[in-house]
């Protein structure tokens, strides 16, 4: 019997800065702007949250079912790859996460009345399905760091502005970029750290198709991305206090050494959680800068 405990892990509770940093950075951008309105990102942020739990319940499904999860991967804790738990209670988490994000997102198109919304909201519940699910899963293709940059960056980042704002100025895209490249630097170390399993599970991920060391390289390049990112929001907006937002590369300063120096194994799992961490600085970053200087 699955314990509450192993249901908590199997949601990959340390993924989460990537839905908090979006929500994060596109609020501050609205500060920025003279439009924050709390309400509405505290429902952007049930979205955001939802999805990524609901992500992490699919592909644990998905690659459960599929046979590339195995009980003895390193990384976070598979319900359906070791087996303690049927896959349809999986997939049951998986569709009620997605349901909670669709209901918030529902009420958020009511109140700003921009139906259209609709729309963007079904791409992204169908995007974080078929990342791993359906017959030709993108994520085994090696788009998933595309789907990341898109969905968890451009759309979460410049529609949290949106609907506080009712536009998007160019700092919410130059976040959106600074956020995206970070939340495809997790997926790139995540993917790294699983590299051999996946190649002998068939499954193409970009780090697949990169090698380890092309991988690593691309890991240093989606930083250096952040960095242009945070820079643009600055300059872009003429508030540089937002450069704040480069302190979140602090915590991957130790990451990226290791990750040139060849970091494999366990000391994976380290690069991800600083990521993570890094990720949720640099939005915390750019919302009390472009604060302070509104």
Known sequence: MTTLAQWVEGARPRTLPAAFSPVL??????????????????????????LQIGVNYANDYSDGIRGTDSADRIGPFRLVGSGSTPPGRVRAAAFGCFGVAMLAGLALVVLIGQWWLLA?????????WYYTGGRHPYGYLGLGELFVFVFFGLVAVCGTTYVQVGAVPAA?????????????????????????????????????????RG???????????????VVGVAWSSGRWLALLGLIGVVPVA?????MLAGVSGTGLVTVLKNTGLAELA????????????A
Not at 282 to 293: D, N, P, R
């Open 254 to 258: 130790g990451s990226i050494r290791a």
């Open 25 to 50: 950075a596109g609020t501050g951008v609205a500060i920025a702007e003279g439009s924050f309105r709390p309400a509405y990102a505290a429902l952007a942020l049930v979205v955001a949250v939802a």
């Open 172 to 212: 919410a895209v130059w976040a959106a970029v600074a956020i995206g490249a970070m939340a495809c630097a997790i997926l790139v170390a995540n993917n790294l750290r699983d590299l051999a399993s996946d190649r002998a599970s068939g499954k193409r991920t970009l780090a697949t198709r990169l090698g380890d």
């Open 282 to 293: 640099c939005s915390v970053g750019l919302l009390v800068g472009l604060a302070i200087a």
């Open 215 to 229: 991988t690593r390289w691309c890991y240093v390049g989606l930083m250096a991305v952040t960095v242009v990112g």
């Open 120 to 128: 963007v909201g079904a791409a992204c519940v169908l995007a974080a």
